[in-house]
């Protein structure tokens, strides 16, 4: 994701997003804590950004002593205990190929029927995402994030209401009458143009609620 899936030459950092289609709703409770315990364990990961979840944080808990009981555990919450709607996680990731190279490293777990807004939001960079979501906003009229896209509440200003379904980042532009852009070509506020138009969007001086919807977002570059 990001910078990387532009096409960019640096990269600040890798992101990985993982979702599958068996998991459409929601995610498996425990999957990214066992994932990030596992590739601590095996010295992939040296550094915790920030706290993972389920029992497993921080250390190894016994983690390999007594695996079948512990996967035990995981099955059951993968079954009955399966609220999270997404995870995230970030830390260090020590290089497979160059012992004194670290990378930062973020994971994120999303449901599949949010693959393709988390897709969009993830990859950036955070001009292209700051103007598909004012677009959005200020001429649609709907909201546009990591999880979806909704048509403003009619009765509740300002909140979520109906659920626009996409399979796919082009869908999501689609809905929004928006040219579609390749990851590479996302690149700038500009870079947003409605269909039938070679000229980026126009749109008037975001208020007070667009402002406050929007530093509540990442900035992706």
């Not at 804590?33 to 016994?62: S, W």
């Not at 190279?101 to 950036?124: C, H, N, Q, S, V």
């Amino acid at each position: 994701m990001g910078s990387f899936r532009r096409g960019m030459e640096k990269c600040g950092d890798v992101d990985v997003l993982i979702s599958h289609p068996c998991r459409m709703t929601t995610i498996p409770r425990g999957a990214l804590d066992e994932l990030v315990e596992r590739l601590r364990y095996d010295g992939h990961i040296t550094h915790h950004l920030t706290r993972v979840d389920g029992k497993y944080a921080f250390g190894r808990n016994d983690y390999l002593k007594d695996e079948a009981k512990q996967r035990t555990e995981l099955g059951r919450h993968v079954i009955h205990a399966d609220e999270k709607k997404s995870a995230s996680y970030m830390g260090v990731f020590q290089s497979p190929c160059f012992e004194d190279r670290k990378r930062r490293i973020d994971i994120k777990i999303y449901p599949y029927r949010e693959k393709a807004f988390a897709m969009l939001y993830f990859t950036g960079n955070g001009y292209f995402n700051r103007s598909m979501r004012l677009f959005s906003r200020i001429k649609k009229k709907c909201i546009l994030d990591d999880h979806g896209l909704y048509a403003l509440d009619e009765c509740c200003e300002g909140f979520k209401g109906k659920r626009l379904e996409a399979d796919s980042e082009k869908s999501v532009f689609d809905h929004l009458n928006l040219v579609f852009c390749t990851p590479s070509q996302r690149d700038s506020f500009g870079a947003v143009c409605e269909k039938g138009s070679t000229e980026p969007i126009l749109l008037d001086n975001p208020g007070k609620q667009e402002l406050s919807q929007e530093a509540k977002h990442y900035w992706i570059e």
